[in-house]
């Protein structure tokens, strides 16, 4: 058998500012042939409903489901839920009462202030009535990302959950993603995928009633139907693809970073795995342990090709250097693999999720933690947060004034709304007063 050689190269100097700068680039931009095939796309599904799912899940996924239809059925759940190994379903149990466990403590609630003169002040928290679940089925099914999509929901108590995920080339969806909706009492799931389940979920048909927000990751596709229809709908959050940057000094085990690395590497070619260590010795045996740990991987040719394109281990100067740099990726996950992780937390401004220690890898937080593995990407953790029990929630500000409220603060309220030029908002407060 031939070796697998690592192309992913060891930079230092000017070259890493180079790496950096073409990695903070890459998704600047959706491709203009992709904006406009989505909202083709999505235009044809807002006239045609059902008819353009079936006719788009036949031309993208070479499946015509007129005669099964869109919906999943009961007897479809139950049926992959019986295929399905025991022993996994007792994973999904446990995966999502860690998870939920997790957000219970997210969640927001109502609160009201009793003022002076009778006046309260406050806020009334709802959930949402309708949310789509988007779980993604092209390269590998993730009934994880099903989990982490449902439970918040659950948690915030919205009443309906529907789920929504490309189906295989059999028209069927993956039995682990029906099994994940099983254990969590979902039954509303179509097996329907790309942008054109987007515009279902957000426009309604015949057969799909429209939601009010719509979450979880995608392809690039997937990613611009969501931006084009917010407004429409609320969505999470534009998702590019996955990333991860470790941090790492001497100390570090070179065997579990290059683990890290490879774990995000085979999700996709176009994911990125980053490390940053100001020890020389280091990246080069975290270099040779990718090439050794990459021969016993199945995904071999995505993990090389991810590497090649979007990897790197960048030579800093200090480890105050690889947390700026880190701070300036503001990547979905960053791993500290350093002496002292907590000391370092405290210098990392932007990231979506930081995992401390050799201990914590990435694949504790995507399946078996609790917080949420869908996070903010493409530098978008400067201002972007993971997905919480709050995004399935809505808030009403709630305002009661008294007669003596409104006659102590009537002049200052008239004399803003005249110096607007809004003489209608001066009238109505001139009106309850007895000035």
């Known amino acids: 058998m031939k070796p697998v050689r690592i192309d992913v190269p060891v930079l230092s100097g000017k070259a890493v500012g180079a790496f950096l700068e073409r990695l903070e680039t890459r998704r600047a931009r959706t491709p203009d042939a992709v904006q406009d095939k989505v909202r083709s796309i999505l235009a044809d599904v807002r006239k045609r409903g059902d008819d353009a799912l079936y006719d788009c899940t036949f031309r993208f996924d070479g499946i015509d489901l007129r005669s099964s239809g869109l919906r999943v059925s009961r007897e479809n759940v ?20 860690n998870i939920r466990r997790f957000h219970e403590k997210d969640k927001p609630g109502s609160w009201m202030s009793w003022e002076a003169d009778g006046v309260v002040l406050g806020r009334r928290t709802m959930p949402l009535e309708r949310v789509g679940l988007y779980v993604p089925g092209g390269r590998a099914a993730y009934p994880s990302s099903l989990l982490m999509a449902a439970v918040p929901a659950q948690v915030a108590g919205v009443p309906e959950i529907v789920v929504v995920s490309p189906p295989d080339r059999l028209g069927n969806v993956h039995p682990s993603i029906l099994c994940a909706a099983r254990v969590l009492g979902l039954q509303e799931i179509y097996r329907i995928g790309g942008a054109q389940a987007v ?43 996955s990333e991860v940057v470790l941090v790492a000094d001497g100390s570090s085990d070179p065997s579990f970073v290059a683990a890290d690395m490879l774990a995000q590497a085979e ?88 995992f401390l220690g050799g201990y914590s890898p990435e694949t504790v937080g995507d399946y078996w933690a609790g917080p949420n593995h869908i996070l903010p990407t493409n530098r978008t953790a400067r201002f972007g947060s993971p997905l919480g029990t709050a995004d399935f929630m809505k808030h009403s500000n709630v305002i009661q004034y008294t007669e003596k409220a409104i006659n102590r603060n009537a002049s200052d309220i008239i004399a803003f709304a005249r110096t607007e030029g809004l003489d209608g908002h001066a009238e109505a407060v001139r009106r309850r007063t007895k000035k």
């Open 78 to 97: 139950e049926k992959a839920f019986q295929t399905v190994p025991k022993a996994f379903v007792g994973v999904l149990e446990k995966a999502a009462a």
């Open 199 to 241: 515009g279902a979920l957000a426009f309604g048909t015949k057969t799909v009633t429209p939601v009010d927000k719509i979450v979880g990751p995608g392809n690039v596709y997937v990613a611009e139907a969501k931006r084009q229809v917010f407004g429409v709908v609320d969505i999470d959050m534009v998702a590019g693809p």
């Open 267 to 354: 999700h996709d070619p176009s994911a990125s795995s980053v490390c940053l260590t100001h020890s020389r010795t280091a990246a080069h045996r975290i270099r040779k342990a990718l090439t050794t740990q990459a021969e016993s991987l199945k995904r071999k040719t995505v993990l090389l090709a991810s590497l090649r394109d979007w990897g790197a281990i960048l030579i800093t100067r200090s480890l105050d250097e690889s947390l700026s740099l880190a701070n300036r990726l503001a990547p979905e996950h960053l791993g500290l693999h350093v002496v002292d992780p907590w000391t370092a937390l405290a210098d990392v401004r932007h990231a979506g999720a930081v």
